[in-house]
């Protein structure tokens, strides 16, 4: 079976969605990065909740996004902590946030999804765990600010 581009792009989405809960759920939880790739991919992508099926995501972009945020997380938490407001560390944001921020700046200082791109998908992401709030809008200025940091060639 082939996949289409299309499909393949919502696929890379959903592992997005997927690595900031995990990213959350390890923060939460205490558990090992492999400890909590292995239950996503084994529980969450494709499963069925509530009659509500999971989308099937993309493990290599998973375990990229996943193994990148999680080797680089003081390097990505200091490029974050310099675009947001100084009264607001890093420490001090929701912890939702912050994962995003961290899934976010694995891709940015990988050199596999453009900037831009990474902005667009992770704004989808907060507008999913947002969407009523102020949150996207801020998400957009500090990936923007994080991006133009991780990657100047790019703008």
Not at 16 to 22: E, G, H, I, K, M
Not at 80 to 107: H, M, N, Q, S, Y
């Amino acid at each position: 079976m082939t996949i289409s581009g299309n499909q393949k792009r919502k696929m890379r989405a959903a592992s997005r969605l997927y690595a900031v809960q995990a990213l959350f759920q390890m923060e939460q939880s205490g558990q090992t990065v492999d400890g909590v790739m292995r239950e996503f991919e084994e529980h969450r992508f494709g499963a069925v909740y509530e009659g509500d099926e999971m989308a099937e995501g993309d493990v290599d972009t998973f375990r990229t996004v996943m193994q990148d945020a999680v080797n680089h997380q003081a390097r990505i938490d200091q490029m974050t902590d310099r675009a947001l407001v100084a009264k607001w560390p890093i420490g001090r944001i929701d912890p939702t946030l912050r994962a995003l921020f961290r899934a976010a700046g694995a891709e940015m200082i990988g050199k596999s999804t453009p900037p831009k791109v990474a902005i667009v998908e992770y704004v989808d992401v907060a507008r999913a765990f947002f969407p009523d709030g102020k949150e996207p809008q801020f998400v957009n200025a500090v990936l923007d600010h994080m991006a133009r940091e991780a990657r100047p060639e790019a703008f």
